[in-house]
């Protein structure tokens, strides 16, 4: 049985890092994170400590690690997006592996700065790109490899997130903690593209604002219209006032099934860590150069058949 210590213990994904916990047979010692609101933490973990001041959890795992039975072999972090690289580095420098949200960082650069970390103390970091376990995208990535075609697929991906006012109001919606809405929500399914089609040979910016994005990215496998938002405006006519998400994620017109084996990711990513078949910097390199440059980079008119269907009812 492993100890973890969780940092953004109240976070919107935290749970399911406690649920991948437990499941996995191991022990939640200590939560961390500047609210306290984490009652699900009592029908996950009631026992663990907490905290909500870091100089007191970090004084809390150092007290840990005097008695081999209790010192804390992983860090998780949950916390907002520009938090992660110091707490990783804290959580490395605690003697600790460490399992971390994506994205993992903002930059190539601080990549980099990580595995000179990782050097320095001797331990990993793990990036939870949970949609490499998903089923749906396995298989998709077996179909790719066996079939020898001389055109490339043609993706869709189209994902509509309606968020509230209270968004803009957060740390999501500071584009310098969050990094923008094509790296919040947009990263892990850069991933799944470079995962499935190789390496990104062109990436085009054709719009953005802080609610949302659009571009064209093309893989060695691949061609890649992209729109991605958190604007409800943004949902189909057929959709508005039914649903609050849209998402049409599909390769040659067949749409590709999320819904189903979805909730469990995390587990299974916490599986693979734990027999040493985890997801580490340079895994997380190609999507981290993938969303610092859309980041970047300043739009461009659409060319031919590289342009977004959504743009039109924007631009």
């Known amino acids: 049985m492993k100890n973890f210590a969780l940092i953004g213990a109240s976070g919107y994904i935290a749970p399911r890092h406690m649920k991948a916990i437990k499941d996995t047979g191991n022990h939640l010692s200590v939560g961390y994170d500047i609210n306290d609101s984490v009652g699900i933490i009592d029908s996950i973990s009631p026992a663990s400590e907490f905290f909500t001041e870091f100089e007191r959890f970090q004084e809390f795992a150092w007290q840990l690690k005097r008695n081999p039975d209790t ?34 960082v903002p930059t190539p650069e601080m990549l980099d700065e990580l595995a000179l970390v990782e050097k320095e103390t001797g331990q990993r970091v793990y990036n939870i790109l949970q949609l490499r376990h998903h089923d749906a995208i396995l298989k998709l990535k077996e179909k790719v490899a066996n079939e ?30 969050s990094f923008g809405v094509a790296t919040n929500i947009g990263v892990h399914f850069f991933d799944m593209l470079h ?29 890649v219209p992209w729109f991605l938002s958190i604007d409800a405006n943004d949902l189909p006519e057929e959709v508005k006032g039914k649903q609050t998400t ?47 440059q859309i980041r970047t980079a ?17 631009v």
């Open 195 to 223: 995962f499935i089609f190789g390496k990104l040979e062109k990436s085009v910016l054709h719009y953005a604002n802080d609610y949302k994005a659009a571009g064209y990215l093309e893989y060695e496998k691949a061609r």
């Open 298 to 314: 300043q739009p461009e008119q659409p060319a031919k058949g590289e342009g977004h269907p959504f743009l039109k009812n924007i």
């Open 246 to 292: 849209f998402r049409n994620i599909s390769c040659d017109g067949e749409q590709i099934e999320f819904s189903a084996g979805f909730t469990d990711l995390h587990t299974i990513s916490y599986e693979e860590i734990l027999v040493g078949r985890g997801y580490g910097i340079e895994d997380a390199r190609h999507c981290i150069e993938t969303v610092n």
């Open 148 to 177: 020898h075609r001389s055109d490339k697929y043609q993706f869709d991906l189209t994902y509509i997130t309606s968020r509230g006012k209270w968004y803009m109001e957060s740390w999501k919606g500071n584009p310098r903690k």
């Open 71 to 104: 010192a804390l072999d992983y860090v998780a972090v949950c916390s907002p997006n520009y938090l992660h690289h110091s707490h990783i580095a804290a959580g490395l420098r605690l003697g600790c592996d460490v399992i971390c949200e994506k994205p993992l």
